[in-house]
């Protein structure tokens, strides 16, 4: 078998619909102007994020094979990547061969790669080589990765935003009432609130805790958005609320700072979503950073990458729980050892209603098939591949140059 070409399509961010516009605390929160308080100023994200939100590489074969991969939460480069750099190392070649491709990409890119853009095209790349290697041997992609370590995979409802109190109990309990064990919120403010956001962060936790009783866990995202010194403050005053994590206090380079927030955390802390290959989770582990590890299959370097991680983490004894949990995250997680749960964001029905009465759309609108889990697990996939299935209708609507 051989590759023929590689296409990259660049999907706008309107395909998340007003998903972007929740208000919470995000690195950019440090200036007004990208601060979206009581979802006063909705466009805030969108300010610095996109357009383009995702971009979705397909790897042909002569085999009439066709290989799918996501690079998202990005930019567009991704494609330009794909397009000028890793198609003229790619196409031609065996797509069975994923170690040596993934080796020469990387080696390739790595004068102007090593992180972000570069990484994020061969983690989509590499993720469509999985998918004609399920494909062509008519197996989920985790037959292929060692075969199923679960008959299932535990999913947390990872989609509590720092909305009205009384509507965001109300999700929580139909988490709750929906079997999930665990459930995720972000909080809505960093250190430019002052005390009194540390009020409101503490009171969204609170709300959430109250809302789930005490047999849940309870995980919140401060995405980047505060400091060492406020999150060690910050932390301290939610003891009480007996939390599964705290994820991504300080900035992703701030290894240091990980570290002396973790050490002085009453909670675990995670990061690592926005790190990128072996490497720079090595310097996660070997620094004592984080509690738990959360790769994203979009940026660590594809599902090849993502299991090197998991079995470094495991040396370290540090589950990994990756980010986003998107179909090619599935199978890693299906078949791994050191991975035991998925996050999964399910439309709140708030949410949902509101868009219908809109006619807008919502995340994931471009997949026919996202993950969907019953009571709480999601069912291993089944279809050969990585079970990413995309509806062409929306890909064309969404498409930007
Ligand atoms: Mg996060």
Do not use: C
Request: proline share 7%; glycine share 8%; aromatic share 8%.
């Amino acid at each position: 078998m051989e590759i023929t070409d590689i296409n990259a399509t660049k999907i706008s961010n309107e395909s998340w619909g007003e998903f972007i516009e929740f208000p919470l605390v995000t690195i950019m929160s440090k200036y007004e102007e990208y601060r979206n308080v009581d979802g006063e100023n909705p466009q805030a994200r969108r300010k610095w994020m996109g357009p383009v939100g995702d971009v979705v590489v397909e790897v042909e074969t002569d085999a009439g094979i066709t290989g799918v991969g996501v690079g998202n939460w990005g930019t567009g480069a991704i494609a330009t990547v794909v397009e000028e750099t890793l198609s003229k190392i790619v196409v031609g070649e065996d797509p069975t061969q994923r170690e040596k491709l993934w080796e020469q990409l990387y080696r390739a890119t790595l004068p102007f790669g090593r992180k972000g853009v570069a990484v994020m095209a061969i983690s989509a790349v590499d993720q469509a080589l999985w998918d004609i290697a399920g494909k062509e041997a008519g197996k989920p992609v985790y037959e292929l990765l060692g075969g199923p370590t679960k008959d299932e995979i535990p999913a947390y409802a990872s989609n509590l935003h720092p909305v009205d109190m009384e509507t965001l109990e109300r999700e929580a309990q139909e988490y709750a009432e929906a079997g999930f064990d665990a459930v995720k919120l972000r909080f809505p403010h960093g250190p430019e609130a002052g005390r009194s956001g540390m009020k409101e962060n503490e009171k969204v936790v609170e709300t959430v805790r109250d809302a789930v009783g005490d047999e849940l866990e309870i995980a919140a995202d401060a995405y980047m958005g505060w400091s060492v010194r406020y999150a060690k403050k910050m932390l301290d005053r939610l003891e009480p609320y007996d939390m599964a994590w705290v994820e991504e206090p300080v900035i992703a380079d701030d290894i240091d700072g990980y570290a002396e927030v973790r050490e002085a955390a009453p909670m675990p802390i995670s990061g690592g979503e926005h790190e990128f290959t072996r490497w720079g989770h090595e310097d996660l582990l070997e620094a004592e950073a984080v509690d738990i590890l959360q790769p994203d299959v979009g940026r660590v370097g594809g599902i090849t990458e993502m299991m090197k991680v998991a079995d470094m983490a495991e040396v370290h004894d540090v589950p990994v729980i990756p980010h986003a949990g998107t179909n090619p995250t599935l199978h890693a997680i299906a078949a791994h050892t050191n991975m035991p749960m998925a996050e999964y964001f399910p439309t709140p029905e708030w949410f949902q209603e509101q868009q219908e009465e809109k006619e807008s759309t919502y995340a994931d609108v471009i997949f026919e098939n996202p993950p969907s889990p019953e009571g709480g697990s999601i069912p291993l996939p089944e279809e050969p591949g990585i079970s990413t299935q995309l509806n062409r209708e929306a890909l064309e609507h969404f498409a930007v140059e």
